[in-house]
């Protein structure tokens, strides 16, 4: 069955620090990845995923298939980063694939 | 228009009464979901058509919730006799292409309450 775990409700972290956002994921096909973010008073917007292999303010993520992880990473943390952060998959160009978000991540940047 | 649109923003309704939630996607779109999201949970899969063909509706937890999409551009969820646990923030979201693999572009939400 499809499944998306990120184990941290909440994650603190110093400005300046790095920064990972665990996500793992269960899935019998070929995944696609995505990290979704939620700045206050926004609405859910895409942050990138892993098909573009983008950097999307100073954030990565690498597709990791034997350990089936999607971490993301910043190496220094901004204020600004603060936020809900959601890992999500699908299948890759199948019609009848649904998304799957995991139950999201709080990161809270300390000054 | 110049994203998702969602109407409306809050919904508060006693319990027992039907409800019906707007969703107008970005104009072009092929695709069009929902979600529902409760406190401290990620989105949850309800439904999703591809123009006005309803794909998939695996999600829709009981027979009190449907969706349409008839002229495959604004789409409507309706709840029936709604009830306190359908208490939750419902999300639509669109994307250019048929394929679930693009990302999703999101409206503010409706915030459904059931007293």
């Known amino acids: 069955a499809q499944r998306v775990t990120q184990p941290e409700k909440l994650l603190s972290v110093f400005k300046g620090a790095p920064v990972e956002l665990k996500c793992n994921y269960s899935?019998?096909?070929?995944?696609?990845l995505f990290w979704y973010v939620q700045y206050s008073r926004q609405r859910l917007q895409l942050l990138l995923r892993?098909?573009s292999r983008e950097s999307i303010k100073g954030f990565t993520a690498d597709l990791n298939k034997g350990e089936t992880s999607f971490h993301l990473k910043k190496p220094f943390a901004q204020e600004e980063d603060s936020a809900m952060y959601y890992c999500?998959?699908?299948?890759?160009?199948?019609?009848?694939?649904?998304?799957?978000f995991g139950k999201g991540t709080r990161l809270h940047i300390l000054p | 228009g110049a994203g998702v649109s969602q109407s409306p923003r809050y919904k508060v309704t006693k319990r027992g009464q039907d409800v019906a939630l707007r969703c107008d996607p970005i104009?072009?779109?092929?695709?069009l979901y929902w979600y529902r999201q409760a406190l401290g949970q990620g989105p949850e899969f309800l439904t999703y058509?591809?123009?006005?063909?309803?794909?998939?509706k695996s999600g829709l937890p009981n027979d009190r919730f449907s969706a349409e999409r008839p002229e495959g551009s604004i789409s409507t969820l309706t709840i029936q006799r709604t009830e306190q646990r359908d208490s939750a923030m419902y999300r639509c979201?669109?994307?250019?292409?048929?394929?679930?693999?693009?990302?999703?572009?999101f409206g503010d939400g409706t915030r459904l309450s059931i007293l």
């Open positions: 999500a998959l699908s299948g890759q160009g199948d019609r009848d694939d649904k998304i799957i």
């Open positions: 899935y019998s096909g070929s995944p696609e």
């Open positions: 892993h098909i």
């Open positions: 104009s072009g779109h092929v695709s």
């Open positions: 058509f591809n123009y006005e063909a309803q794909q998939d």
């Open positions: 979201a669109s994307n250019p292409t048929g394929s679930s693999n693009q990302p999703q572009h």
